[in-house]
């Protein structure tokens, strides 16, 4: 069974940092693309980063310079590291997998964790 589980989310203020994990099995995680959309209330999906076990890296541009995203292929573990936290990334951060990047930048993915809920309040 493939279950990627999600964990870190919670409540920060502006300008302080969080860390999602992303605990993955039941597929050969270095056969895949894993990272996050986010889904915020009343706005679409978006890709916020992907890593692959090439180290082929995505990020949005709505992140870049203040998300960081890695592996542990050991611990089939991805984690996003997110800094300088806004109100704007308030949304629930969904941890995916596909084989391919491309999937996951135009929105698609084969599996899908149940999310966990990030509030950055201003």
């Known amino acids: 069974e493939v279950q990627l589980v999600e964990s870190g989310g919670g409540l920060v203020q502006a300008g302080g940092s969080l860390r999602l994990s992303c605990a993955a099995s039941g597929f050969t995680f270095d056969d895949y693309v894993v990272g996050w959309f986010r889904q915020a209330p009343g706005k679409e999906r978006e890709g916020v980063s992907f890593?692959?076990?090439?180290?082929?890296?995505y990020y949005a541009d709505s992140v870049k310079g203040r998300f960081t995203i890695s592996s542990d292929n050991a611990k089939n573990t991805v984690y996003l590291q997110m800094n300088n936290l806004k109100p704007e990334d308030t949304a629930v951060y969904y941890c995916v997998a596909d084989i391919w990047l491309n999937s996951l930048v135009a929105g698609r993915a084969d599996y899908w964790g149940q999310g966990t809920q990030v509030t950055v309040s201003s």
């Open positions: 890593i692959s076990s090439t180290l082929d890296i």
